[in-house]
């Protein structure tokens, strides 16, 4: 396996906007698939204030070559200002699995 698999995240304060973010970017093959975490509380600073809500995670499962485009179409989406945007490289796993991930990140007709 050549191709480099990453696991991207980021986090939303509404389930309905997890699943809609989760489903657009599998179904326009920008990640194999996508995880959403159960609600969550995050405390955090933002704009000299400290906050605190409940917050769904999503994990996106795609390569490295789909990375950027990913990147942007969640941005485009999401209802944040500046929204979570994380990525974690895939050091390992089954052959078969990252091959799926790899068939089911590429545009049809590439």
Not at 37 to 57: C, L, M
Not at 77 to 97: F, M, N, R
Request: hydrophobic share 40%.
């Amino acid at each position: 396996m050549t191709t480099e698999i990453l696991i991207a995240q980021t986090t939303i304060d509404d389930e309905e906007a997890a699943k809609s973010l989760a489903r657009g970017a599998v179904e326009a093959r920008l990640a194999a698939c996508a995880h959403i975490d159960q609600p969550f509380t995050a405390i955090y600073r933002w704009k000299d204030n400290v906050e605190t809500a409940t917050e769904w995670r999503i994990s996106f499962k795609t390569t490295a070559e789909r990375l950027p485009e990913l990147q942007a179409w969640v941005h485009q989406k999401h209802t944040y200002e500046v929204p979570e945007w994380i990525t974690l490289p895939v050091t390992g796993g089954s052959d078969a699995y990252l091959a799926w991930v790899v068939e089911e990140s590429t545009p049809t007709g590439s």
